[in-house]
Every structure is written in C-alpha cells, then in structure tokens.
C-alpha cells in the first residue's frame, strides 16, 4: 500500500576495481573532504542496502540507492502538494493517452544505453512489466498493474500500454517500478529470482547515473558515475559513500564531527545540536506518514463510533507532539495528509477535551458505577489492550502518555508490545483491541486498503470498519478519470471517516535531514532525499 499498504550490483565492476581501491582509502578519512571535480559525499544510514532487484525486496534506503541505478519512464516531482502529482521525462520523452484513455503510448530516448552499451529499449519495458507481474517473482507492489492487459512493443523506441479500465492513478501505476535490463538478467529463469538474490549482483548492468563500485555489506556501499550515462556532464559527485551505522548515536556524532555529510532521520530531540550547526543545514519535510490508532470495531468494545470519538477527545495529541516531537510534527485528521492537494483544509482536528468525552461515553451507558475511577457498563470495566510494535522507542514512550491520558477519562488501557511479525499476525486476523502503528502514502491517495469492507477478510482493514458510503466514494474516486475531479469526492470522504473515527489519526511527523552546508544542488523531498544525486556537487573547504 502506499504507504506501508505501500507505495521497497555491481555497475561495469571490472572497470572499476582500481578506483574502488582508491576510493576505500579516502572513505575511510575522519574528515571527508571535496577535492577536484563534484567530490565525495559520505552518508550515514541505519539500514544496510539489500541488492539492486527491486522487485525481490524493498526499504528505503534501498528505494533511494536504486533511484540512481536505474531510470523511470518518467520521474514523478515533487509537488503533490498543490495539485495531482506531475512528471518530467526521463527513460520516455514524450507520452499521450488514446482519447478513450484505454491506450497509453510512450517515446522512448534513443540515446539511453546500459552500462554495458546495449541499448535500452522497449523491449526492456515490455519485459520488465511482465517481470513485475509473475507470480513466481511475487513483487509486492504487483497490484498497481492489475489493470494493465498488455504491453505493446510498437517499434525499438516506442511501448504502448493497454488498459483493462480507465482511472484516476493510471499514469502513477505504468511508472511503478524502474526498467530493468531483459538482455542481462533475463538469462535467469524468474522462477529462480528469489533464490538466487545475488546473482543480481553479479550480472548488474544499469541506466542511471551511478553504478555499484564497491559493496561491503553492513559496512558501506560505494557508488561511481556510470560512464555511459546519456546526460552529458553527469553526475558531478566523484563518489557517494553510504555508510551502515545501526546506532542512531554514531551518525549524529560523525554528523556533527563533520566526518559525514548527510543523516536522514535526524531524531527530533537533537534537531536542535544539528540547526545550531555552523557547518550545517537542517531540513524539515514533511513525509508521506501518519500514526494512528485503529479500533478493532469486530469487538463491541469499539462498534460505536460515538465510542471511537470519545476515544479521540480522550487524547491530548497536540500534548503527545510536544513530548515526542519537540513540535515537528502536527495533528493529523484523515489519511489524506495535510502536505497533499487533496486534504479538506476545512477539516478541524477534534479537541482534546477529556469531559465531553466522559459525556459521549455516559450516553452509551459508561459510568463510574464502583468508584474506582474506570467507567464500566453492565458490570464490565472499560478495559482494553493498546498494542504497538517492539523496537520503537518512540511508539514506546507514545502508548505510556496515551495510557495516562486515557486513565483521566476513566478508561484502562494496558500497553501491549509485539514484534513487527506478531504484530501485523495479530492486526491481520483481527486479534487485538487496538493497536498504535502508521503508514506511509504513495501519492495515488488510494485509501481501500484501510477502509473499504473488501478488505476486512483479506486486506489491511484492521479494524473491521464497514461503511456503505465510504465503500461508494472509494469506488467512485477510483473510477474517475481526471484527479481533480475526484476532489470533492476525496473531501467527503475524510469528514465521514472524521465523524466515525475507525482510526484516531494521531499525527503528521516530519522527516528531519542534516545537511553539509557544502553541498550545492540538493533538492531532498519527500519522495526522495536523494532526489537528483547526480546533480548534487561538495564545494571544497
């Protein structure tokens, strides 16, 4: 999904092994410096990169990695937040729908070459989509091309893709997934992709900017300019070093040592060491995230929505946020974010407000009938488990606020905590009370996952939320053509779910980067912090 619901090699190596070599020596500086040319950027992350299939396994630091091995057709900007995302020429130069919009016919470059020097062509699309669509390969985000029934090479430099319906998002789900090299990795069986992960690696051509020059699994991953890249005087960068540091604590340190020069996810506590910085640039976006907390509506406990509301009033998120956050983030109120063209402006967080709680709750039969400050209704205390994952100190310290704040309303919520596994187990089958979690966006704005009633029996609706009016808006945002026509739709679609609360949408948080104030050209966003590496460039000290 979108969201989490979702919308997660080695480049001519044999060219490269006495660079590599080279380069191992100066990654290994305290001090990482730019010398002649765009120079060497050094970035710390968390998570080691997996491999360049993207279709076998995703996360993020793989998505950002990948973004500069290999092209798009197009490249999706930034600016899903005024209007319906756009995109920029990239692998295509030009594209047009067929009247109908039953047909979509993509120009590709002529000059684009993979680093082996073959050329890229439309053979490559077809290929890669039937990739993306076997069975045996089992991609993940498969199901943006559901609705894709062929894929037509019309000549060597020209695709035609053919729909089985026209909708709204059919531009986002042709340019899922990165075009892959049929010449090369097509000699493996798909069947066998899963097995044999590496082999990837080790027949790596690609089309992007970069190339693998060196991998040191959990340690660091090294990228070079890929020489045969179509856009002349690119990348700028001599090299860019990614760094596998686990401990939170060590990347701020060699941020702040300047022995890096990028950190994603710089924790909100420490947003203030890196913005008083001389040498660096903090950077506040907003991501495509929301937390919240489903209410498992299967248990009688949270059928009512007056119940699920007063739930919300019995939350002090703006409290939460500040504790949390030190104020990057803000409350959220639908799963259509507020950084997003389609979010309802008008749309007013619920206050927190912990009386008129307590009065929607005596209305529906809950009072404090032993004077032990629970409510409880026909002899039963209001009493529930809040679950959320293991490893998430942040969601940690959440659910011990919530549970304070909770008790104030005369409601008894015991944390519970479960590894990532157990957890979604547990969410699947409806086996929980409630549970704190989130999910990332992609920019479709495609909601079913959560809240259509298909999904309660084999989809991501926790909650068991059944709504006949929301399933129709769904279904009537998906079978509109023009994004911007389906806004009103979109808008009352979030005040129906604002009013039920199958979700209390907790809050919006910020994507917080550190920044070497020597680096020129960065346009880190949302979609990705390295967005256009290969124009990226370190002045020297």
Not at 419 to 434: M, P, R, W
Not at 494 to 518: A, I, K
Request: aromatic share 10%; glycine share 6%; hydrophobic share 40%.
């Amino acid at each position: 999904m979108a969201s989490s619901n979702p919308r997660s090699g080695a480049r001519a190596r044999f060219r490269l092994l006495l660079a590599a070599a080279a380069l191992l020596c100066l990654a290994c500086q305290a001090r990482p410096t730019a010398e002649a040319g765009g120079g060497i950027l050094v970035v710390a992350t968390g998570a080691d990169f997996t491999g360049p299939n993207e279709l076998l396994s995703a996360s993020r630091i793989d998505s950002e990695v990948r973004s500069n091995l290999f092209l798009r057709l197009l490249q999706e900007q930034p600016d899903y937040h005024h209007h319906p995302p756009t995109f920029a020429p990239e692998l295509a130069r030009d594209w047009a729908f067929s009247e109908d919009r039953l047909t979509l016919t993509f120009a590709l470059r002529d000059d684009v070459l993979w680093s082996d020097g073959v050329p890229v062509t439309a053979e490559d699309v077809r290929w890669t989509w039937q990739a993306q669509t076997a069975p045996e390969v089992g991609w993940s985000w498969a199901y943006a091309k559901e609705a894709i029934r062929d894929v037509e090479v019309v000549d060597p430099h020209t695709v035609r893709f053919h729909f089985s319906r026209a909708y709204p998002t059919q531009l986002l789900d042709v340019n899922e997934g990165f075009i892959l090299p049929r010449h090369a990795w097509g000699r493996l069986p798909l069947g066998e992709w899963r097995q044999r992960a590496d082999w990837f690696l080790d027949h790596l051509v690609v089309s992007g900017p970069f190339t693998i020059a060196r991998w040191q699994p959990q340690q660091e991953l090294v990228l070079a300019p890929n020489p045969r890249y179509f856009e002349s005087g690119l990348p700028r960068l001599e090299r860019a070093v990614f760094r596998v540091l686990p401990e939170e604590s060590a990347r701020l340190a060699q941020l702040l040592a300047g022995q890096i020069h990028v950190m994603e996810g710089i924790p909100p506590g420490q947003a203030a060491r890196v913005a008083a910085h001389p040498e660096l640039d903090l950077q506040a976006l907003w991501s495509r995230q929301y937390s919240y907390i489903v209410w498992n509506a299967c248990r009688p406990l949270f059928a009512e929505p007056e119940v699920r509301r007063a739930l919300t009033l019995a939350i002090d998120r703006q409290g939460l946020i500040e504790a949390l956050y030190e104020g990057y983030a803000r409350i959220a109120t639908s799963p259509i974010l507020s950084s997003v063209w389609a979010h309802d402006d008008s749309l007013q967080p619920w206050p927190y407000d912990p009386q008129e709680a307590r009065r929607l709750l005596a209305a529906q039969g809950w009072r404090d009938g032993d004077g032990d400050g629970i409510l409880d209704r026909d002899g039963q205390p209001f009493r529930f488990e809040l679950s959320t994952n293991t490893g998430n100190q942040l969601r940690r310290d959440a659910l011990v606020l919530i549970q304070e704040q909770l008790r104030r309303a005369g409601i008894d919520a015991a944390p519970r905590f479960l590894d990532g596994q157990a957890l979604t187990a547990a969410n699947t089958a409806h086996d929980f009370d409630a549970t704190l979690s989130g999910w990332a966006i992609d920019t479709s704005l495609d909601v079913r996952y959560a809240f259509h009633s298909s999904e309660i029996d084999d989809g991501y609706n926790f909650g068991c939320y059944a709504n006949p009016e929301v399933d129709a808006l769904i279904e009537r945002i998906a079978g509109t053509q023009e994004p911007r026509d389906a806004e009103p739709l979109f808008h009352r679609l979030q005040h129906l779910l604002h009013r039920e609360q199958p979700y209390t949408f907790l809050w919006e948080p910020q994507w917080l980067v550190g920044l070497d104030r020597r680096i020129e050209g960065a346009s880190p966003n949302a979609l990705l912090t390295f967005f256009d590496l290969e124009r990226w460039h370190l002045r020297p000290r």
